[in-house]
């Protein structure tokens, strides 16, 4: 891509911004975000080889007029006790639009990315899944995923049509389309939240927190309040902080937060984040947080913040105000009251992929599965339906034009960012301002530096797979705050260096200082 690329990607910024947001935030908020499981008919890696046969049935069967059974996999929380018959409402749906049906597994918070790599790794059947920046280039890399470019016109033409071509463009790897991108706001904004509960009993004012020494204040003083084995700070290990890197663009390299641009620097210069001050100083806070009992002694062991733990004071999440209320529903509270934003507004080539859908390279329904991801960006109602539950269940109309909604809290455990556009979404009874509040955060959003650049990884899989192990080692403890950064920081990037992370972070600003020179 050249400079003139990264124009066309804010124009495209600037035009989901008047159009688009969420209706439920990205990130964690205890105990929203925290649970995990698997669907009764999740396929499993022993049971690659039947689904395969089975999947193999269907496509002869559908010859003879059965309905074939689409298997998409997506990331959420626990599943409601009629999780399989309200999808198979909502399959009487599809199956009467364009003739599928939807089989959607949800893989829990704290095991999705294991799951999925173990789902890809070992070839186990399926036909969509859900991926982001963080898996989409590797999945790509590993064959796992089909090549769509020229089946979008032809199998889904609306799906094509409705998706703007430069957001096409930043789904591209080597010129190539792999992903139905969601249509939807570009930009991310982080926020910080406590339960207005102990917000009133302790006369705290969030307005004034900005920083982890901020925060700090707050934890100390409920934690002070309420005794020894309350933990003002839940964590798990699949995500103890989230939000923790958002000051850098990680370019995506392959290698989380451990390399990236700082987003306020011009220079473009790529750094390993561990040995920057602010970052080094984050590690300080969570570390003294885990030490003095502000945050759970078992952060760093636990897929889930569950039984027995205050998993609801501290709201850690990306969005904007008015999705607080879908997080503290999430959450069993009454109310979140939040900081101002702790990072953004802020563009990057990695929040535009924010939220992917791929196909599978072994899908024996291609254009099938084109065509539901057709129907979830195009058909306003199954869209409602996917994003709360079925009607009369998950949400109900509240006018007779079907542009507002209640929302019934049925614990629905399918995430709606991670579905469709949120441009054919009704609006919710009690955040109507949300819109509004979205585009306001977009039109203010400043731009990385390195907005349009997406790291080529090809050649460095092995290195890089080498560097992710050894990081992968600390960093669960260093987050949580169970390890001494002064201790372990050092240590960890002595092993780091010791396999190339230098030689990582050359090839990166190679790549930077090319792209930003054509």
Known sequence: ????????????????????????????????????????????????????????TEQASAGSGEVPTLIWWVIGGTEPDNWDEMISTISDYTEEKIGVRIDVNVAGWGEAG?????????????????????????????????????????????????????????????????????????????????DKMYVDKYNLDMSSVTTF??????????????????????AMRSDPWNGFFNNYDNLGSGLGGLIGV??????????????????????????????????????????????????????NAQGWPAAAKGWATNAKIDEYVLTPPINGPLYTTSTIQGSLNIVSANSKYKEEALKVLQLMNT??????????????VGFEYVDDEHTTIKVNDIGWAWPSYQQGTFFILPDEEG?????????????????SPCLGFMMDTEGLEDLQASLNTAYGKYTTDLLSGASDPKEVVPKMLEELRSLGLDDYIATAQEQVNAFFAE
């Not at 990607?9 to 995990?36: D, F, H, R, W, Y």
């Not at 789902?119 to 898996?135: A, Q, R």
């Not at 889930?304 to 998993?311: I, V």
Request: with cysteine; net charge negative; hydrophobic share 35%.
């Open 213 to 234: 020494a901020d925060l700090d204040k707050v934890f100390r003083t409920i934690k002070e309040g309420e005794g020894a084995s309350f933990y003002p700070h839940m």
């Open 1 to 56: 891509m050249k400079t003139k690329r990264v124009s066309k990607l804010l124009a495209l910024c600037l035009t989901v911004a008047m159009l688009a947001g969420l209706l439920a935030g990205c990130g964690n908020s205890g105990s929203s975000s925290s649970s995990s499981s698997s669907s009764s008919s999740s396929p499993s890696s022993e049971a690659a080889p039947a689904e395969e046969s089975k999947a193999d």
């Open 262 to 315: 700082d987003v306020h620097d011009d220079s473009r210069t790529v750094v390993c984040t561990f040995e920057q001050d602010d970052i080094l100083e984050q590690l300080d806070y969570v570390h003294a947080w885990y030490v003095d009992g502000i945050t759970n002694p078992d952060a760093n062991v636990i897929d889930e913040t569950g039984s027995g733990h205050t998993n609801a004071t501290f709201l």
């Open 114 to 194: 294991d799951r999925f790599n173990t789902i890809v790794n070992t070839g186990e059947y399926f036909d969509l899944m859900f991926v982001d920046g963080g898996n989409y280039n590797k999945y790509v890399t590993l064959g796992a995923v089909a090549d769509i470019t020229d089946l979008l016109p032809s199998a889904s033409p609306e799906l094509w049509s409705f998706i703007p071509e430069d957001l096409w463009d930043a789904v591209r790897v080597k010129g190539q389309i792999y992903a139905v991108p969601t249509y939807k706001d570009s930009s991310m904004t982080q926020y910080w939240g406590i």
């Open 431 to 447: 955040a109507e301002s949300q819109w509004d509040e979205v585009r306001a955060q977009n039109e203010s959003a400043m731009s």
């Open 379 to 392: 058909d306003p109602y199954f869209r409602t339906m996917c994003a709360k539950g079925p009607e009369g």
